[in-house]
C-alpha cells in the first residue's frame, strides 16, 4: 500500500469512527480515532483478525481491570496490578494486539473513577466502532494483480535467460554473465513475487483464489532443479555430440517457457533423447565415461524441471481457466 493511500484511509477511518462516536453520545470519542488508526493493516484478512482480536482483548482487559479496581481502588498502583495480570494473558491467549487501545480505554476509569456498566459499555463501544472504521476502509484495497503478473513474467524471463545460458555453455560458448550470478537474481525475484502473492491472497476475503501463489512457488521448485543441473554441467564434457543434443534441448525449453505451455511436447522430446543416448556408441575412456554420466544426470535434471511444470499445469492450469471465465 502506497504511503497516499494510507493516508487517505487512515485519515477517513479517523474521522469516521470519531464521527460515530459523536453521533452516539460517547465519552472520549478521540479514542475510537485512535483505534481506527491501529486497526488499518495491510491487508483485509490481517485487519479482519486483528478486529477480531481486538474485542476479544477488550472483554479480557475490562474483566481484569474490574477486579483490579474494585479490590485496589482506582489509582496508578492498581492501573501497574492490572498491567501486570493483564499483559501475560494476553500474550497467553494470542491477543496482544489489543494491550494498547485496551489499556487505554482501561484509564477511563480511573478518570471516571468508575467501573459501572455504562463506562464498560462506553469503552467496548470505541473499540467496536474504531475497528469497523478501518475495516470498513480496508475494504477499499487498492489492486496489485498488474504488478504481481509483472513479477511473474519476471521471473519467468529470468530462469529463461539461465536456460539459454546453460545451452550456450553446452555448445562450447563462453558465457558473460555467471550462471550462478543469475540464479541469485532469480531467488531475489521469487522472494519477492512471493511476497506479493501472499498479499493479493490475503486481500480476497470470499473468493481466494492461490493459483499465482502456487505458480512461483512451481518456479521456486524449478529453481532447485537448475541448482542441480549447474552442478552437472561443471563435470560435463562439452563439444561432443551428446552435449550438442542437450544444447538444443535446453534452447528449445527456454523459448517454450511462459505460463501457459504444458510442457507435454518437451517431455516427449526428453524420451527420444533417452532412446538416443541409450543407443550412443560406448565411451572409450574414464573421463569419455564420467562426462557421459554428467550429461546423462543433465538430462535427468531438465526432465525433473518440466515434469514440475507438467504437475503444476495438471493441477492448476484448469482451476485458473474457469477462474477467468
Known amino acids: 500500500m502506497s504511503i497516499k ?36 493493516l495491510d491487508t483485509k484478512r490481517a485487519s479482519f483478525i ?24 482506582f489509582t496508578v498502583t492498581a492501573f501497574g496490578l492490572y498491567l501486570i495480570i493483564y499483559i501475560p494473558v494476553a500474550y497467553r491467549f494470542d491477543l496482544q494486539s489489543g494491550i494498547a487501545p485496551c489499556s487505554v480505554l ?10 459501572s456498566w455504562s463506562w464498560q459499555l462506553n469503552g467496548f463501544l470505541l473499540m467496536t466502532i474504531g475497528a469497523t472504521s478501518a475495516l470498513l476502509l480496508n475494504l477499499w484495497m487498492p489492486s496489485h494483480k498488474g504488478e504481481l503478473a509483472e513479477s511473474k513474467r519476471q521471473v519467468d524471463e529470468s530462469i529463461r535467460l539461465i ?5 550456450d555453455r553446452l555448445s562450447g560458448k563462453d558465457l558473460t554473465v555467471k550462471l550462478t550470478d543469475q540464479v541469485r537474481e532469480a531467488e531475489d525475484l521469487i522472494s519477492e513475487a512471493k511476497a506479493q502473492a501472499l498479499k493479493d491472497y490475503d486481500n480476497q476475503l470470499f473468493h481466494k ?4 501463489l502456487k505458480y512461483v512457488q512451481m518456479r521456486g521448485q524449478q529453481l532447485a532443479s537448475i541448482r542441480k543441473m549447474l552442478h552437472s554441467l561443471q563435470n560435463s564434457g562439452l563439444g561432443s555430440e551428446q552435449a550438442r543434443i542437450l544444447a538444443e534441448l535446453f534452447n528449445s525449453t527456454s523459448e517454450q517457457l511462459n505460463e501457459k505451455n504444458t510442457g507435454l511436447s ?23 565415461f564420467e562426462s557421459r554420466a554428467y550429461l546423462f544426470m543433465l538430462l535427468n535434471n ?12 495438471v493441477r492448476e492450469g484448469s482451476v485458473e481457466e474457469e477462474n477467468e471465465k
Open 5 to 40: 493511500h494510507r493516508t487517505v484511509k487512515m485519515v477517513l477511518a479517523t474521522l469516521l469512527a470519531i464521527y460515530a462516536a459523536d453521533f452516539l453520545q460517547l465519552d472520549h470519542t478521540l479514542a475510537a480515532g485512535i483505534i481506527a488508526i491501529l486497526s488499518l
Open 50 to 73: 486483528t478486529a477480531f482480536k481486538r474485542v476479544a482483548s477488550t472483554v479480557t482487559a475490562f474483566l481484569i481491570a474490574s477486579v483490579v479496581f474494585y479490590l485496589a481502588g
Open 106 to 115: 482501561v484509564t477511563h476509569f480511573i478518570g471516571a473513577g468508575s467501573i
Open 163 to 167: 536456460l539459454k545460458g546453460i545451452s
Open 209 to 212: 483464489n492461490d493459483y499465482s
Open 266 to 288: 518437451l517431455l516427449e522430446n526428453i524420451t527420444d533423447l533417452y532412446r538416443t543416448f541409450r543407443q550412443s556408441r560406448l565411451p572409450k575412456s574414464r573421463a569419455e
Open 302 to 313: 531438465i526432465e525433473e524441471f518440466i515434469e514440475i511444470k507438467r504437475s503444476f499445469f
